[in-house]
């Protein structure tokens, strides 16, 4: 089975899942990058062992968000001459690739990280897009419940969808001593407002109030809100001590989870959470917001962590309590590392596989008729 997979960049914790992909008995991988990384990002890209393309840069931005923008895929595509072809968004690249599959009698497969949450407010004409794409497509792959809800919302059928969890290299990530937690609080990923960075240096504020001694937290990222979040820091440095590690590459992460207690993620909204998987890997509890979609999911309240809404009174009260009860912060770090065992590389590749193998055995796309027969 010839599979190609055209993808916005490649992030490095999804180089061992088309690894794993490509390793698979029966399968001939072939993915097409629209970008080596968006100019927001600053990861490292090694030397690639499996099927893959770097297609050339158009890159254009739109109200905060890149858009890619190559026809050159169509090229790419008639080369590699796939069996089914899989798109993991809504760019034009993406597009003229499903254009692609269609004239060309090719099953198309979605995959989208997208959740019925991170998706509701999207415009008119991008409801309209998905919705013409998704009842012309044979196969859907979703990330998470969250996605699976979402293209529920839109009447796909549920047989006709499967799931390719988010994930890390969990062994990478496993957890550490613990007389060797250095760091009350970890926080990772952008310094931007959408992430929140502020709030999780108030938490740390707050908490050390209520214990009556100084708390630290480690900033892991680069962002526009980093020299503020410094300042903010500097003038609370009786009640915090606050250390910025900048960018680091994904080998030197792991040392950073193991020396900490508890991760914070007060995101605004993401789809997942990748950081999260690598905190619970390396046995963290985890303080959340609704606005993750890895809450209910990868983090259960109460049960390796807490979800809560953006008061850091309440954030600081459950932080205190973690940091005071060691037996209950053993059990919620044993809960962390037990959940997140089944996000592994080898189930997402074999969700990916079962899409489109579905794929190829089903005989028709999700048809306005069928879709309106499922309302």
């Known amino acids: 089975m010839r599979v190609a997979?055209?993808?916005?960049?490649?992030?490095?914790?999804?180089?061992?899942?088309?690894?794993?992909?490509?390793?698979?008995?029966?399968?001939?991988?072939?993915v097409l990058f629209c970008s080596r990384r968006e100019p927001n990002r600053l990861w490292d890209i090694p030397a690639l062992d499996f099927g893959h393309i770097f297609l050339q840069e158009r890159i254009f931005s739109y109200r905060g968000r890149y858009i890619h923008n190559n026809m050159g895929v169509l090229k790419r595509l008639w080369e590699f001459s796939p069996d089914v072809i899989v798109t993991g968004g809504f760019n034009p690249t993406h597009l003229y690739a499903f254009t692609y599959a269609k004239a060309m009698r090719i099953?198309?497969?979605?995959?989208?990280?997208?959740?019925?949450?991170?998706?509701?407010?999207?415009?008119?004409?991008?409801?309209?897009?998905?919705?013409?794409?998704?009842?012309?497509?044979?196969?859907?792959i979703a990330a998470s419940h969250g996605?699976?809800?979402l293209l529920r919302s839109y009447l796909v059928p549920p047989e006709s969808c499967f799931t390719s969890c988010l994930c890390v290299d969990n062994a990478m990530f496993?957890?550490?001593?613990?007389?060797?937690?250095?760091?009350?609080?970890?926080?990772?990923?952008?310094?931007?407002?959408?992430?929140?960075?502020?709030f999780a240096l108030e938490v740390a504020i707050d908490t050390a109030k209520k214990l009556h001694r100084k708390t630290s937290i480690m900033f892991v990222g680069t962002g526009e809100q980093e020299d503020e979040l410094k300042l903010r820091a500097a003038q609370q440095s009786m009640f915090v001590d606050a250390k910025f590690s900048g960018f680091l590459s994904h080998a030197e992460l792991p040392r950073f989870y193991r020396e900490a207690r508890i991760f914070l993620f007060p995101t605004r909204g993401d789809p997942w959470g990748v950081v999260v998987n690598e905190a619970c890997a390396s046995?963290?509890?985890?303080?959340?917001?609704?606005y993750a979609g890895v809450a209910n999911e990868l983090v259960i309240d109460e049960g390796n962590g807490y979800i809560e809404l953006f008061?850091?009174?309440?954030?600081?009260?459950?932080?205190?309590?973690?940091?005071s009860h060691p037996n209950e912060w053993q059990r919620f770090s044993y809960r962390s590392t037990e959940l997140v065992a089944e996000y592994s590389y080898q189930n997402a590749a074999a969700g990916i596989v079962a899409a489109c193998r579905h794929a190829l055995s089903s005989d028709t796309p999700l048809t306005l008729d069928v879709a309106e027969r499922c309302e």
């Open 283 to 290: 046995g963290l509890p985890i303080i959340t917001t609704p």
């Open 311 to 323: 008061d850091a009174d309440t954030w600081s009260d459950r932080a205190a309590w973690l940091l």
């Open 107 to 140: 099953p198309h497969v979605v995959m989208t990280d997208g959740t019925d949450i991170s998706e509701q407010n999207l415009s008119i004409v991008h409801k309209i897009v998905r919705k013409f794409i998704y009842r012309r497509s044979r196969s859907f």
């Open 5 to 30: 997979i055209v993808s916005n960049e490649l992030p490095p914790y999804r180089i061992p899942l088309f690894r794993t992909l490509s390793k698979m008995s029966g399968i001939m991988l072939q």
């Open 147 to 149: 996605g699976l809800r």
């Open 174 to 198: 496993s957890p550490g001593p613990v007389e060797n937690k250095f760091f009350d609080f970890l926080f990772c990923g952008r310094i931007e407002e959408i992430k929140n960075p502020l």
